[in-house]
T-cell receptor
């Protein structure tokens, strides 16, 4: 069965610090997809990134970067020079290929990131 | 132009009542989902529909019944509401062909008193 673990329940940093959110996943499939979503205090779920299991290239988008390592089954998310607007709950999620694309996402429990001014 | 919309945004009702939540997407996606987010923020898939056909039905009580009149709509009807049904319910959609990201609606906060 698939599983996503976000061991950090809450992280608090001061603005401009760098912060890394950890995500460890479990799956028996060789083809799977990993995602990060942001849930700000307003409550909506905002898609950040999707990565398939065959693409281990790291990705950078502005202040955001993601490190995917199959050897450790991890897909970590780093925010550089954090800002107060980054304060949110961040979810890591996994989708296996078996469902033909119609499978739901398996979410981790989320990491509540607090950026203090 | 809202991609995935849900109505109502808030729903307060008493135990034992029956209620519905509506979801519509204008993205042309084939697949739609319902997720439940509990008070601890844990998100769990409830149902998945592809072109009006039920694909996934996780261990959800049969008091919950999804209905998809067409591929742009997926409604959730809940019978005999219980206190434990209080949660935020999210609708989402995605293309089926590849494993694209799911686009989520704004959520419906259901409070059962």
């Amino acid at each position: 069965a698939q599983k996503v673990t976000q061991a950090q329940t809450e992280i608090s940093v001061v603005e401009k610090e760098d912060v890394t959110l950890d995500c460890v996943y479990e799956t028996r499939d060789t083809t799977y997809y990993l995602f990060w979503y942001k849930q700000p205090p307003s409550g909506e779920l905002v898609f950040l990134i999707r990565r398939n299991s065959f693409d281990e290239q790291n990705e950078i988008s502005g202040r955001y970067s993601w490190n995917f390592q199959k050897s450790t089954s991890s897909f970590n998310f780093t925010i550089t020079a954090s800002q107060v607007v980054d304060s949110a709950v961040y979810f890591c999620a996994l989708s296996e290929a078996r469902g033909g694309g119609a499978d739901g996402l398996t979410f981790g429990k989320g990491t509540h990131l607090i950026i203090q001014p | 132009d809202t991609a995935v919309s849900q109505t109502p945004k808030y729903l307060v009702t008493q135990m034992g009542n029956d209620k519905s939540i509506k979801c519509e997407q204008n993205l042309g996606h084939d697949t739609m989902y319902w997720y439940k987010q509990d008070s601890k923020k844990f998100l769990k898939i409830m149902f998945s529909y592809n072109n009006k056909e039920l694909i996934i039905n996780e261990t959800v009580p049969n008091r919950f019944s999804p209905k998809s009149p067409d591929k742009a709509h997926l409604n959730l009807h809940i019978n005999s509401l219980e206190l434990g049904d209080s949660a935020v319910y999210f609708c989402a959609s995605s293309p089926r062909q590849a494993y694209y990201e799911q686009y989520f609606g704004p959520g419906t906060r259901l409070t059962v008193t």
